[in-house]
């Protein structure tokens, strides 16, 4: 097989849109329209540290570019283009086929042009590094320090599948292995509702992703809001496939769970009805789990009203475990 630019040719070079200088010169060249910000993320995958050496690389390519859309909605942003930088220990041409089909494949549904990028050779597993950009309206953005006391809580999607799929894979639980299947897209596989998420901001006060479990990722929000919280358990969400297991599994896979690529957003109460019919509307399960308080503390309340004894926060990028 050819180089570098070879494989480029090969795998990564789709047309751009129109106005855009993509794939093929130093630099990419995109328009922005007038009254529109830039928003732009970028996020590092390591083989061994966030995939496994036999990970599917078809779901890995939708998994690498996903991960960045879901923080462009978090934002309330609508995707652009993005860039990709793969560093591989060998030139594997079914692996490059597969992954760059579930990475175009995905950036194809989401309107996220490739537009560059960069390739190299690795000395030890496949590390990927995708850049997105996204624009918003001016002044719109979705912040993590505009929260309101009063403002509902409400979280998109479904928690603690991936969390499950994650420790399953890992060897964890081992009774519950079977259950494997039910959740393993959840994790391979996540959807972060980014067409939602742009018509949020007329709505919503503040957002965020959730990538890192939903406590760890709503107390962000919580200290730059000066704020606190109060989640119903039994409002939040649940995969499932979580049906049926030990309490304290549960806990730990809904509420510190990682991996979810949904979106946790507040918005005042005068906007519940329209936030549920938009749900509705663009087939987004969405679930209002609570209130965002004056009080700065984070409580999460049982059907009883009596508090949970929360289990550790979410994924530490820095310490000694895989999430």
């Known amino acids: 097989m050819g180089g570098e630019f070879s494989l ?7 047309a751009a849109p129109e106005g855009f200088l993509g794939v093929g010169d130093d630099c990419a ?21 966030h995939f496994a050496a036999d990970a599917n690389p078809q779901h890995l390519g939708h998994k690498a570019l996903a991960v960045n859309i879901s923080d462009l909605a978090a934002m309330g942003a609508r995707p652009e283009a993005c860039l990709l930088g793969l560093a591989l220990p060998k030139l594997d041409e079914n692996w490059l086929q597969a992954f760059s089909k579930g990475f175009l494949q995905y950036a194809a549904q989401t309107g996220c042009a490739l537009v560059g990028g960069d390739t190299t050779r690795s000395n030890g597993g496949i590390q990927i590094s995708v850049t997105v950009l996204g624009t918003v309206p001016a002044g719109q953005a979705l912040r993590r320090n505009a929260a309101q006391a009063g403002d509902d809580i409400w979280v998109s999607g479904h928690l603690g599948g991936a969390h499950l799929a994650w420790q399953l894979s890992a060897g964890a639980w081992p009774e519950w292995h079977a259950r494997l299947p039910e959740v393993q897209a959840a994790l ?12 949020l901001i007329q709505w919503a006060h503040a957002g ?7 406590l760890q990722d709503l107390s962000h929000v919580l200290q730059a809001s000066a704020c606190g919280a109060q989640l119903q ?6 995969h499932p496939a979580l049906a049926g297991l030990p309490a304290g599994i549960q806990y730990e896979c809904v509420l510190a769970g990682g991996e979810v690529y949904q979106l946790c957003f507040m ?6 009805d329209a936030i549920a019919a938009l749900g509705v509307q663009q087939g987004v399960p969405l679930a209002r789990v609570g209130e965002i308080t004056a009080q700065s503390s984070l409580l999460v309340l049982d059907e009883d009203g009596s508090p949970i004894r929360l289990p550790k926060g979410g994924y ?8």
């Not at 965020?208 to 939903?214: A, K, P």
């Not at 530490?316 to 999430?323: C, G, L, N």
């Open 267 to 272: 918005a005042p109460r005068a906007h519940r």
């Open 316 to 323: 530490d990028h820095f310490s000694s475990e895989t999430p």
């Open 8 to 14: 480029i040719a090969k795998y990564f070079s789709p």
């Open 233 to 238: 358990y039994a409002q939040l969400p649940k």
């Open 208 to 214: 965020l992703d959730i990538s890192d479990g939903l």
């Open 188 to 199: 391979e596989q996540p959807m972060p509702p980014w067409q939602l998420a742009q018509d």
């Open 29 to 49: 060249m995109l328009p922005l329209r007038p009254g529109r910000q830039w928003v732009t993320s970028t996020d590092l995958l390591l083989q061994g540290r």
